[in-house]
């Protein structure tokens, strides 16, 4: 499984990283995994999850973390986590 996080700001792209995992966990243990390890490298603290956030990576496997799903204030616009191969 790839995943591409994305920190955009004012529609740039900032910076961004992909996080591989071959291992034998869960598809959602994969992308806790993989969302920890991007927040490390960003040096983020861990967004919160919201329905809307669910709902979207459900239907396109794909989301995006705004200022509300971060306790720490953030200096970018949002942050966004997408699929690129399961």
Same mark, same amino acid.
Do not use: G
């Given at each position: 499984? $790839? *995943?591409?996080?994305?920190?955009? /700001?004012?529609?740039?792209?900032?910076?961004? #990283?992909?996080?591989?995992?071959?291992?034998?966990?869960?598809?959602?243990? /994969?992308? %806790?995994?993989? #969302? !920890?390890?991007?927040? @490390? !490298?960003?040096? #983020?603290? /861990?967004?919160?999850?919201?329905?809307?956030?669910?709902? !979207? %990576?459900?239907?396109?496997? /794909?989301? $995006? %973390?705004?200022?509300?799903?971060?306790?720490?204030?953030?200096?970018?616009? @949002? #942050?966004?986590?997408?699929? *690129? !191969?399961?």
């Amino acid at each position: 499984m $790839r *995943i591409w996080f994305k920190e955009w /700001k004012d529609n740039h792209m900032i910076r961004d #990283l992909v996080v591989s995992s071959d291992n034998d966990d869960t598809r959602t243990h /994969k992308i %806790f995994q993989a #969302l !920890e390890q991007a927040c @490390y !490298e960003f040096d #983020l603290s /861990k967004p919160i999850w919201l329905d809307a956030n669910i709902a !979207e %990576f459900k239907r396109h496997a /794909k989301t $995006r %973390f705004r200022s509300d799903n971060f306790v720490d204030s953030i200096e970018f616009d @949002y #942050l966004e986590m997408q699929v *690129i !191969e399961e």
